[in-house]
Nanobody
Framework: QAQLVESGGGLVQAGGSLRLSCAAS????????MGWYRQAPGKQRELVAL???????NYTESVKGRFTISRDNAKRTVTLQMNSLKPDDTAVYYC????????????WGQGTQVTVSS
């Protein structure tokens, strides 16, 4: 069994920055992709950014050039640096990781609120 614990988030004015971090712990032999999703009120959960074990990244179009995802394989962490935030970025952000422990499982963090005021 593994767990993902998120930190960061909060309230920021439009144009500001926030940094989200997520740490994986537990029975972990390897971590495949890690990523961040978000869900705004009344909307479906959507992929924000993804990073593979090799460091390849993928971003949803609306955050390209503003958000940067990175990971530290030794520390089993993934970070999302969010710059030039907009009110439309307001959502609950969830960490996601595909982990090989006793079996291969996709895990989710508990979610952290990001609110961008105009």
């Amino acid at each position: 069994q593994a767990q993902l614990v998120e930190s960061g988030g909060g309230l920021v004015q439009a144009g500001g920055s926030l940094r989200l971090s997520c740490a994986a712990s537990g029975i972990i032999f390897s971590i495949f992709h890690m990523g961040w999703y978000r869900q705004a009120p009344g909307k479906q959960r959507e992929l924000v950014a993804l990073i593979t074990s090799g460091g390849n990244t993928n971003y949803t179009e609306s955050v390209k050039g503003r958000f940067t995802i990175s990971r530290d394989n030794a520390k089993r962490t993934v970070t999302l640096q969010m710059n030039s935030l907009k009110p439309d970025d307001t959502a609950v952000y969830y960490c996601n990781a595909r982990i090989m422990g006793r079996s291969q499982v996709t895990y989710w963090g508990q979610g952290t609120q990001v609110t961008v005021s105009s």
